[in-house]
């Protein structure tokens, strides 16, 4: 057993640090190529970096559910794993952030639009949800439905709002004059890392998978920490380093804009890959709750003067810590408020 554990840790090992080093290919393309392109600051970071930081979770999500032999044919292990990275991306990105540049600053913009639209999407999800399981219930078990397409594409029309209204931001904005840069050769390197990111990601998706079985638990709570990880490991390169360039409205706007497109585009593409897939309210929704809390408080934390101190940071960091703690006491049945988990 030692050995197959060893050689699963290092698979998911292995592929964290391919991930890594993709995503910050990716990111350095798609931020040179948005500076190119003359976006704004909170474009850039909310919309461009964050989706470039996120398609890690998106091919997690695609792999988990694809049915065998292209995927794991688990949806759950798809959505414990965005719901695992946006945890991550909210509570230990902001904090890693906040302790390593001592204080992060925030702007009107981040907290009264992406914060309070994050929000929104959360509740979107629940929505899809609850919808699954009133309109397309599975017999004998009241706490699951099933998401269909249609359902599925409530929460990709909400992110093109967002997408529109990011776009407003460009029409007032006054871009400086275009560098002298190779645009092709940027293309390429991201169309590279986008390869890398998905064999990596297929290690982390079969590294979440074995342990479930090695260790007959659930695959969720692999999902909500090992690959959570692994793909959320690019997004906190990227905000960290912004922040201590004193960047910080570009670091959260990273973080709030990664956890939207997850939601919002990342879970969604699941379903409408395979067409209808079970999701069970009773683990979907407490989970969900958990993430709406933590973004309360994080929106609070950001509302005082505008700034995350370092304080601060490390009360997210101790919420996080606990909310996996919480995680694998309810895996190996300590606790129980979560039906089925």
Known sequence: MLVEVAELLGIAIVATVAVWKGSDILESAAQNLSSHYGLPPVVQGAVVVAIGSSFPELVSVILSTAPPPLGAGEFDLGVSAVVGSATFNLLVI???????????????????????????????????????????????????????????????????????????????????????????????????????????????????????????????????????????????????????????????????????????????????????VPINFGVAVPLMGFLTVATVIVFGFLRTDLTLSTTESYVLLLIYVGFIAWMALETFGVLAFIPGA
């Open 94 to 276: 902001p904090a890693a952030s906040g302790i390593f540049s001592d204080e992060v600053s925030a702007s009107r913009d981040i907290v009264y639009k992406e914060a309070q639209f994050y929000m929104v999407a959360v509740s979107a999800v629940v929505i899809m949800f609850a919808l699954a399981v009133i309109y397309y219930p599975v017999p004998d078990d009241r706490l699951v439905g099933t998401v269909t397409r249609p359902l599925a594409v409530i929460p990709v029309l909400l992110y093109c709002v967002y997408v529109f209204t990011q776009y407003q931001d460009t029409t007032d904005f006054d871009a400086p004059e275009p560098d002298d840069m190779n645009v092709p050769k940027q293309w390429g390197l991201m169309a590279l890392s986008l390869a890398i990111i998905a064999v990596a990601v297929e290690g982390l998706v079969h590294s979440a998978v074995g342990f479930g079985d090695l260790f007959e638990t659930p695959s969720f709570l692999w999902g909500l920490t090992v690959i959570a990880a692994g793909t959320s490991l690019p997004d906190t390169l990227v905000s960290v380093r912004a922040a201590r360039d004193g960047r910080g409205e570009t670091s959260l706007a990273n973080v709030l804009g990664s956890n939207i497109f997850d939601l919002l585009v990342a879970v969604p593409v699941g379903v409408l890959l395979v067409g209808a």
